[in-house]
C-alpha cells in the first residue's frame, strides 16, 4: 500500500519535475542541452494480465581542454490494483572550455497485456493518459561550440484472437529536435480517431544559440470490442542530449606550427 500511494504520488508530480527542469539551464555554462519526457496511464477499464517495464540509461564524455558532465535518468512502474503506469526519462549536458564532447542517453518503457473475454458485447477499452516532453539546447559561440537535444514519445495499442499475431489498432507519437548547430531542427505529433484530446500545447523557439521545444498533452483512450480480443499496450520514449566544443581549425593549425617552432629551436640549440 505504501509503494501505492508513493506512485500516485510520483504520477501527479512527474509532469511538474519534468517542466521545472527545463526552466533551470546551468548558470554560465559554455553549453547545455536537456532532453527529458515523462507519460503517465489512468483510469483503465481493465485489470491487466501483464506488466512489464524496461528503462536504461547512459552517459559518455572526453575533455581535451575544459570540462564536461553528463548526466542521464529513468524509472518506470506499471500496478496492475489499481491500473497505473507511468515512466520518465532524462538526459542532459553541460560543457564548458575549448575542446570537450559529451553525451547523454536514456530510455523507458511499460508495457500492459489485456484481455476482453469471448461474451463480451460492445466492452470497451479505455484508459486517460498525459505526456510532457522537453528539449532546450544552449551555446555561447557559434564558431565551434554546439548542442542538441532530441526526444521521442510513442504509444500503441495492438489487438487481435491471437496473443502472438497482434495488429496495430492505434497510436500516438510526438518527437522533437533541436540543433544549434544546424537547420534540423523540428516538433511532430501524429494520432489515431480512437484518442480524444482534452489538451494539447505545442512549443518551440528555433534557431539562434537558444533553442527550445516543448509538448504538453493529456486525453484518453476509448474503443468498443465485440468478441475475444488479446490488448497490448506499450508506450516507449527515448532521450537525448549533447553538446561539445571543437577547435577552430586555424586555432588548432596555429597551435601544431607553434609546437612544430619550439621543437626545432629546441633541437637546434640541443645540437649547438
Known sequence: MKNLRLTRKWLAIAPIVASSVMGAPAANAATFALSDASVAFTQFSVIPELQEVFTKTDTNTIAVDGEVSANSDAEA???ATPPEAANFS???VVGDGAEYRGLATSQARVLGRFFIPQDAKDQAFSFDFSLNLS????IDDATFESASAFGAI???VYGGSDPDNLTLLDFL???GIVN???NKDSLEFDQTTNITLGNKTLSSNFGGLQESASASINGSYHRLFESE???TLIEAKSNEASAEAVPEPTTALAALISGAIGWALKRRQTAT
Open 90 to 92: 532524462f538526459g542532459e
Open 154 to 156: 510513442a504509444f500503441g
Open 229 to 231: 480480443t488479446y490488448i
Open 135 to 138: 528539449l532546450f539546447a544552449e
Open 173 to 175: 507519437t510526438v518527437t
Open 77 to 79: 512502474v506499471f500496478f
Open 180 to 182: 544549434t548547430a544546424g
